[in-house]
């Protein structure tokens, strides 16, 4: 689907302590078809970094992308139109994980941790998922310029907070299938220390595998996967935990640890 550029704005906003991405912002906005907009933001925070680009933003609907996402063409066209169809408040698009080139052991798994799979149709939602890759009308916000708290700056779940009393107000939530989006996750020390931090949440959930099971994959993927797959993705989280902590965790005990046949 096309989009007018005469309509749409682009807001970059830069969350280093100092203003490290205005240079190569300022390039890209000299070749833009439409308005580019760099914001620094040097207090450190996704809440910070999102309220920021709120208050900077003039449209009536925004769109998310977080840092390490790449949107292919009609990206935007077709979240728009989803939302369209729908009169969604808010519409979420797929995302596909691409796992670096020299991650091999375990590169299925990862790809399908950083990945948020959905319906394969158009459809109303009845929950929402994270803030990347969605699109978000500003008259159904609580509120317009600051709508993510701060209190979630640095433990994560701004939007899940944001989400969850929208949906409390009645906001419709919309899947669009075909506006999906690319995700490089970082192979740096913030992502190690977030893959250790979820797995040890699901060794400490071991009496429920079902807890367990929703821990590490995503919540539209419960219902579709097969169980076969679920349990070698779950035995996979078994060994990369005992990996990232230094120990021998085996194919037997990662099993009898992380999955049950039901």
Not at 215 to 229: D, S
């Amino acid at each position: 689907t096309k989009v007018d550029f005469a309509a749409v704005e682009l807001v970059v906003v830069d969350n280093d302590a100092v203003p490290s991405a205005r240079e190569m912002v300022n390039a890209l906005a000299a070749e833009a078809p439409f308005p580019v907009r760099y914001v620094h933001e040097p207090r450190a925070g996704v809440a910070y970094a999102r309220n920021a680009a709120m208050a900077a933003a003039f449209g009536d609907t925004v769109a998310f992308l977080d840092d390490d996402e790449e949107a292919p063409d009609g990206w935007l066209g077709a979240l728009l139109a989803a939302r369209a169809r729908l009169g969604a408040d808010v519409v979420f698009g797929p995302v596909r994980a691409r796992a670096p080139d020299s991650l091999v052991r375990h590169r299925r798994y990862f790809e399908r941790f950083f990945s948020r799979l959905g319906p394969d149709e158009e459809r109303v939602l009845d929950s929402y998922f994270g803030c990347g890759n969605s699109l978000v009308r500003r008259a159904a916000l609580p509120d317009w310029t600051t709508p993510f708290s701060l209190e979630r700056n640095h433990i994560g779940g701004e939007d899940d907070l944001l989400f969850g009393q929208m949906q409390a107000r009645g906001a419709v939530f919309g899947w669009a299938a075909d506006a999906f989006v690319w995700e490089d996750p970082a192979p740096g020390l913030a992502k190690r220390a977030q893959q250790r931090r979820i797995l040890e949440l699901a060794e400490n959930a071991r009496p429920n595998p079902v807890t367990i099971e929703k821990l590490i994959e995503r919540p539209a993927q419960r219902g579709v996967a097969r169980r076969k797959e679920n349990r070698r993705t779950i035995q996979a989280a078994g060994e990369i935990l005992g990996e990232l902590r230094g120990q021998t965790f085996g194919r037997e005990k990662s099993h009898a640890a992380f999955a049950q046949e039901r």
